[in-house]
């Protein structure tokens, strides 16, 4: 690996900070200074900042989680976050769910302490297909459904085109499959918004080549290396 990625996976601050570290001289490895960020580190090799010798970085963790409704996706804040059903994790303190959804959303989400691939599964740039299954009140027209592929204008800028399909009428409500290839703030809850519908209800049943399954709210589970390195393709690394 190279030696500015391996000190910033060994928690010595971003790509660019350990950079810095780097070229001014306060590396070492096996003893002999180093000033390339593009040194590979081979296995064995003591690496040291300002002579205090760093532990390797540890490999990297994933879990996919089905968050409950009622808790707030993020690291830290005053309401119930979905980081306390990680807890008992050691190390539990560098995971960060990747993404959003709105606390009285649930479903999937992924969990790690993995910023490269973090960052890439949520640059739109990818389209990495989000799947929800959506509630709204009143029985939805079929002629909106064009609207989710033609876009919507949400202010920041014009949504990427998404799809939408009815699966259910109901008693009052209609339920749909949207699918976005991007996340917005309430991107799912804003489009209806515009065609005049409440969303009552909203489940994230897939994130790229992940699905939610058989997970019940609160559950998570490691990926598997096949579901990992599927999920890595999606993004080209
Ligand atoms: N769209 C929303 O409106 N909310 C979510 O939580 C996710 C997508």
Redesign the pocket.
């Known amino acids: 690996m190279r030696l500015d990625r391996w000190l910033a996976e060994a928690g010595f601050g971003s790509r660019k900070e350990v950079k810095r570290l780097i070229l001014r001289g306060h590396v070492t490895i096996d003893g002999r200074r180093v000033r390339d960020p593009a040194y590979k580190v081979r296995p064995g090799e003591q690496v040291a900042v300002d002579a205090e010798p760093v532990e390797p970085p540890t490999l990297k963790r994933y879990f996919r989680f089905y968050k409950p409704r009622g808790y707030v996706t993020s690291t830290r804040d005053p309401l119930p976050t979905v980081m306390e059903f990680f807890r008992e994790i050691p190390r539990h303190e560098r995971l960060f769910p990747v993404g959003?959804?709105?606390r009285d959303?649930e479903g999937l989400i992924l969990v790690t302490d993995d910023g490269e691939l973090a960052h890439r599964l949520l640059h739109p740039k990818y389209r990495v297909p989000r799947i929800?299954l959506v509630t709204v009140e009143g029985e939805f027209r079929e002629d909106g459904l064009t609207s989710f592929r033609k876009g919507f204008d949400l202010g920041r800028r014009k949504t990427l085109p998404a799809e939408a399909r009815i699966l259910e009428k109901g008693e009052g409500t209609t339920l749909l499959e949207v699918t976005l290839f991007e996340g917005q703030p309430?991107?799912?809850?804003?489009m209806f918004g515009i065609l005049g519908y409440r969303v009552v209800a909203?489940k994230r049943i897939r994130y790229g080549s992940l699905e939610l399954g058989d997970l019940r709210p609160g559950e998570f589970r490691a990926l598997t290396r096949e579901e990992l390195s599927a999920l890595r393709k999606w993004v080209g690394v």
């Open positions: 959003r959804l709105d959303a929800y309430h991107q799912i809850k804003r909203l």
